[in-house]
């Protein structure tokens, strides 16, 4: 129980880390935060045209035809298209944030390790090859899927869940192999 609990909070503790890294010190995400000078006017027109939530531009209003939601569709192509996340107000308190997400870094490392616990007598290429699967499952799944849809670059993210779920399994591999 010791142990597995060791490679929990280490492995917990390794993401995070890394998601610290990506997110904050080196701004790998930069790509995704874009800066425009036009910001006021652009927040103040939408604070007062829209109410918070998530927008996909252009769309159909509720009930519209299956038939006009095709011609809307057909006549929007080629065109700008905008997502938006809108907040009524920007919360810079990070303390919850940074509890949630490290909770969340826990269970998946918890589930990873319950599964390689499972297997057996699982060897170090064995758990490191199990780690970065599950890092490369959540990234196409989730992350590749939506940016084929919403045309997205996603490199970064791959390289996320490359470095972060190698290095798990790395220190899982050195800690829960069978000796």
């Known amino acids: 129980m010791k142990k597995t609990i060791i490679a929990v909070l280490v492995g917990a503790l390794i993401l995070f880390i890394w998601q610290f890294i990506s997110w904050g010190a080196v701004n790998l995400h930069s790509g995704m935060q874009q800066y425009t000078p036009k910001q006021t006017e652009i927040l103040k027109y939408l604070g007062d045209n829209l109410e918070e939530g998530f927008y996909y531009l252009p769309g159909s209003a509720?009930?519209?035809?299956?038939?006009?939601?095709?011609k809307q569709y057909e006549d929007s192509n080629g065109k700008p298209w905008?997502?938006?996340?809108?907040?009524?107000?920007?919360?810079?308190?990070?303390?919850?944030n940074m509890v949630r997400g490290l909770i969340v870094d826990l269970l998946a490392v918890f589930l990873l390790v319950f599964?390689?616990?499972?297997?057996?007598?699982?060897?170090?290429?064995t758990i490191v090859l199990s780690a970065l699967s599950v890092g490369l499952i959540g990234y196409l799944s989730v992350t590749y899927v939506n940016s084929i849809w919403f045309q997205t670059k996603t490199l970064i993210d791959l390289l996320d869940a490359v470095v972060s779920w190698g290095a798990i399994g790395l220190w899982l591999g050195f800690w829960l192999r069978k000796k």
Do not use: C, R, V, W
């Not at 809108?86 to 308190?93: E, P, Q």
């Not at 599964?115 to 290429?125: D, R």
């Open 62 to 70: 509720p009930g519209t035809s299956q038939e006009e939601m095709q």
């Open 82 to 96: 905008a997502q938006i996340y809108y907040h009524k107000a920007l919360d810079t308190a990070m303390t919850m």
């Open 115 to 125: 599964l390689i616990q499972k297997m057996g007598n699982a060897s170090f290429q």
